[in-house]
């Protein structure tokens, strides 16, 4: 038994960075990852986000400045306007996109809502997320290829899925304009796991809910919940903009595909495997785990990501 139980270990592990495309009409796909080897995403065929990529955020539920400011800095940090620095830079993470022939392209923070008054209940669907998402989406027909909406829940918001099977999702919406013109846009959605499942969604800064039951790790940002988030966002944001209309880079089917950092779920650093996330960086003055950097000394944990170059997970450590 105790093998079996270890497998299922790995694999919650595993699900703690599903990702599910959905979109307006059709519902959430949920998808189960395993994880063959050995890793190729393949391109097929369709639009790519590129370009100067705006992400707009939607913060639906109570976050305070503190929790606003970890992640406003994190998307900050994925592009800088001169040269990109060395690893462990987030932007060196980021510049690993750049090679799934997109070219290099530049995150910018741009339009914020904030739905403090949870507008539409606290316990939302997938399509209660995409209508959120579509309040962010710009007017005019066309598929948006440089926009991404985000949708942010807090601690106390329950979401279908949040913490059986996911910690965010990434995909697809419309929106009808005028004259019968639509609009098709990118969105994403992350929830913060703090009560929730902190054992689910923000491993390692917490002991997992299953499995080899590992110390915690002290969150770069010293709050367990949004710094998990964080790990949930650059999953999602790294595969939408590899795969954002369900026919971009993936592997397996469209409706459980295995993206750009799906497909290395758990790995954080060197040596990483299953249930350890790999040898990190460790702040000397808080004893923090972090294996990137970011803007105005922020520190952060982010996972790997598939490197076509290599076809490889890869590292900042
Ligand atoms: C991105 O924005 C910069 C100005 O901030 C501009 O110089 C550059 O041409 C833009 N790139 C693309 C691909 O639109
Ligand atoms: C890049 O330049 C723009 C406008 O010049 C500025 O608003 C932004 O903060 C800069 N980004 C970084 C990461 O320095
Ligand atoms: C960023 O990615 C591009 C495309 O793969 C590559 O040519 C370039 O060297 C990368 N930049 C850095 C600083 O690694
Ligand atoms: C939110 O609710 C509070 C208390 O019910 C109210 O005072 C406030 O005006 C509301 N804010 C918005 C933006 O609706």
């Known amino acids: ?134 309040k962010l989406a710009s007017p005019g027909p066309g598929k948006n290829l440089n926009s991404f909406h985000l949708v942010l829940t807090s601690t106390d918001v329950l979401v279908d899925g949040f913490c059986m099977s996911r910690c965010g999702v990434h995909g697809s919406g419309r929106v009808k304009r005028r004259h019968g013109h639509r609009l098709e846009f990118a969105y994403g959605w992350v929830g913060n796991p703090t009560i929730q499942c902190p054992g689910e969604c923000a491993w390692p800064f917490h002991k997992p809910t299953v499995g080899p039951q590992t110390p915690p790790l002290t969150p770069p940002n010293g709050d367990v919940g949004v710094d998990g988030m964080v790990i949930s966002l650059a999953t999602i944001l790294a595969g939408a903009v590899t795969n954002p209309f369900d026919k971009g880079y993936f592997q397996g089917s469209p409706s459980m595909p295995m993206e750009a950092v799906t497909a290395c779920a758990g790995l954080f650093g060197s040596g990483a495997f299953p249930g350890y996330p790999g040898k990190l960086l460790v702040d000397k003055k808080t004893g923090a785990s972090y294996n990137a950097l970011g803007v105005k000394g922020r520190k952060y944990l982010i996972p790997a990501i598939w490197d076509p170059n290599t076809l490889k997970c890869k590292t900042l450590v």
């Open 1 to 134: 038994m105790a093998s079996s139980s270890y497998c299922l270990s790995i694999h919650l592990l595993l699900f703690s960075v599903l990702i599910s495309a959905c979109s307006a009409s059709h519902p959430a796909r949920m998808l189960f990852l395993v994880k063959p080897k050995p890793i190729i995403l393949k391109y097929h065929g369709g639009d790519l986000l590129k370009g100067n990529i705006t992400v707009n955020l939607l913060w639906y539920g109570k976050f305070n400045p503190s929790e606003k400011s970890i992640i406003i800095d994190f998307l900050n940090s994925l592009s800088t306007n001169n040269s990109i620095p060395p690893p462990p830079s987030a932007a060196y993470w980021w510049n690993t996109t750049a090679s799934y022939n997109i070219g290099q392209s530049k995150i910018s923070v741009g339009s914020q809502i904030s739905d403090q008054n949870y507008s539409i209940g606290k316990s939302l669907t997938d399509s209660d997320i995409t209508s959120l998402a579509s």
